[in-house]
C-alpha cells in the first residue's frame, strides 16, 4: 500500500484519512493567538484559516517549528452570543504538525493538530459552534 503525506492531509490510494470535518472560517475575522508551553504570555499573534474538532490550520507572526507543542487561544466569530462559557475564547494545548513558505517574509502559515482543551467547556464550545453550521466546509 502507498502512503502519501502532503500539508494538508494524509491519504492512501488518495482517499482523505481525517477524522473530522474541517471548516472554513471567515478570514482575517478569527484571530489566533499563541505561546510555546515554556512561556505564561500569548504573545504571537495570528489568525485561523480553517478547523476542526481536532486541529487548526492558521498563520503566525512568526514560525514555530513542527513538533513543537504550543497552547493556542482561539477567537471564534459567534462565540460572543454562545451561552456556554466565558466569553469567545476557546483555549486548547496542540502540537505544530507543518509550517509553509517559512523562509518567506510575511506570516507564516501552518497546522496544529489538538492534544487537549484546557476545559471540557472549550471542547463544548467548539463542537457547538461548528454543529451550528455557522462556517462553510473546507475542501
Known amino acids: ?14 482517499a482523505d484519512r481525517r477524522r473530522h470535518a474541517r471548516f472554513t472560517l471567515p478570514t482575517g475575522y478569527t484571530p489566533v493567538l ?18 476542526s474538532e481536532g486541529g487548526v490550520r492558521f498563520e503566525l507572526d512568526r514560525a514555530i ?15 460572543a452570543q454562545s451561552t ?5 475564547a476557546i483555549f486548547v494545548f496542540a502540537n505544530v504538525v507543518w509550517l509553509e513558505d517559512e523562509d518567506e517574509p510575511g506570516p507564516v502559515k501552518m497546522a496544529a493538530v489538538f492534544s487537549r482543551f484546557a476545559r471540557a467547556e472549550d471542547a463544548a464550545r467548539l463542537r457547538e459552534q ?3 453550521r455557522r462556517y462553510r466546509a473546507a475542501a
Open 130 to 132: 461548528l454543529a451550528a
Open 1 to 14: 500500500m502507498h502512503l502519501t503525506l502532503d500539508r494538508r492531509r494524509m491519504t492512501r490510494g488518495g
Open 34 to 51: 499563541a505561546r510555546t508551553v515554556d512561556r505564561e504570555d500569548f504573545s504571537i499573534e495570528g489568525f485561523a484559516y480553517d478547523l
Open 65 to 79: 517549528a513542527p513538533g513543537t507543542p504550543i497552547v493556542l487561544q482561539l477567537l471564534l466569530p459567534g462565540l
Open 84 to 88: 456556554r462559557g466565558p466569553g469567545r
